[in-house]
């Protein structure tokens, strides 16, 4: 389906700017994280793990304004790892569309520490609509306090890289161009937008790019006004852009976006608190319904409406025809 060509332009430019200040912005998409990789209930209760959990959580961000879901199926009966059986994640897009049965679902391609390419790319055979697609190698440091309960789980510390190059990166988004997927382009790295501009001149990736700026990641852009604006400058023409902010920066980051015509991705993938902890008292967890909610809020307060899943598939050039798993 054609994009709808007036909710796209130069984000960072004066006059494009000012025009839509006069003419109002488009709908906010907002797109919802609910779990992420490795983090349980022992960072948070409200973070989701079995098929059922998930879907319960998607259809409440749902009810709130998500438009998209960006998922991370866990293993079972061993929820800390990702899932790497393609069945496990289409009963997990059944079961999330038989709730909401227009929501654009997207899969996560990144994968735990360790997996192989076979593994991390496994959701692709389940055929979600969009799949996220990291742009350069990263660092990262995790730590996890130990888990009880059902599925107990000794405390995790440990330093990987997640490995990016320019083959795989041209192998996966062949492998979603042929299964019609559309590529969520995870910008960490102020440098990774040469490889969206290297995809483009390779011939496989096509407009609107989903360009996702993520902010305040560790080794990677900074979460400020500033390092927005130069990243969106760089972006190729015909770039539909979403931002994230990682932990304490999520509101300011999501207000950032949605003052700008921008859209925004919330969740528990990003951030545990509605309300950080300070010294003199505890902060407050939130669900991925209270993030979805606090950001629908703000863009309304910007005066911009919140966007159905069938404006975010015309927005996107998606099918209006929601992809079915039967």
């Given at each position: 389906m054609a994009p709808d060509p007036t909710a796209i332009w130069r984000y960072a430019e004066t006059f494009p700017f000012l025009e839509r200040v006069e003419r109002g912005f488009p709908p906010a998409i907002l797109s919802v994280s609910v779990n992420g990789a490795l983090r349980g209930p022992e960072s948070?209760?409200?973070?989701?793990?079995?098929?059922?959990?998930?879907?319960?959580?998607?259809?409440?961000?749902?009810?709130?304004?998500?438009?998209?879901?960006?998922?991370?199926?866990?293993?079972?009966g061993r929820p800390w790892r990702g899932a790497t059986d393609p069945e496990h994640w289409y009963a997990l897009h059944q079961s999330i569309r038989a709730r909401c049965p227009d929501l654009i679902i997207m899969d996560s391609t990144e994968g735990?520490?360790?997996?192989?390419?076979?593994?991390?790319?496994?959701?692709?055979?389940?055929?979600?609509?969009?799949?996220?697609?990291?742009?350069?190698?990263?660092?990262r440091v995790v730590s996890i306090p130990e888990r009880g309960g059902a599925h107990p789980r000794a405390a995790i510390s440990l330093e990987d890289g997640v490995n990016v190059t320019y083959s795989g990166l041209e192998r996966l988004v062949a492998i979603m161009r042929e299964r019609k997927i559309k590529p969520e382009l995870e910008l960490k790295q102020a440098g990774a937008v040469q490889v969206i501009h290297h995809l483009i001149h390779k011939g496989l990736l096509e407009p609107p790019y989903m360009v996702q700026t993520v902010m305040g990641y560790p080794t990677g852009n900074y979460a400020t006004v500033q390092s927005v604006l130069d990243l969106l400058r760089d972006l190729p023409d015909r770039s539909l852009w979403l931002c994230i902010g990682k932990g304490r920066a999520q509101l300011p980051m999501t207000t950032l976006a949605l003052l700008m015509g921008g859209h925004v991705r919330v969740g528990l993938e990003d951030n545990l608190y509605l309300t950080p902890s300070t010294p003199e008292q505890q902060g407050v967890l939130g669900t991925n319904a209270d993030f979805v909610k606090r950001a629908a809020r703000i863009a309304r307060e910007l005066q911009r409406t919140v966007a159905t899943p069938a404006q975010a598939r015309t927005m996107l050039g998606l099918s209006q025809t929601a992809r079915p798993y039967p």
């Open positions: 948070s209760p409200h973070i989701p793990e079995t098929v059922e959990q998930i879907t319960g959580s998607v259809g409440d961000a749902y009810d709130a304004g998500a438009s998209i879901v960006h998922l991370h199926a866990r293993e079972p735990d520490p360790g997996m192989s390419f076979e593994e991390r790319t496994a959701c692709l055979e389940a055929m979600p609509e969009v799949a996220s697609l990291t742009l350069a190698p990263e660092m």
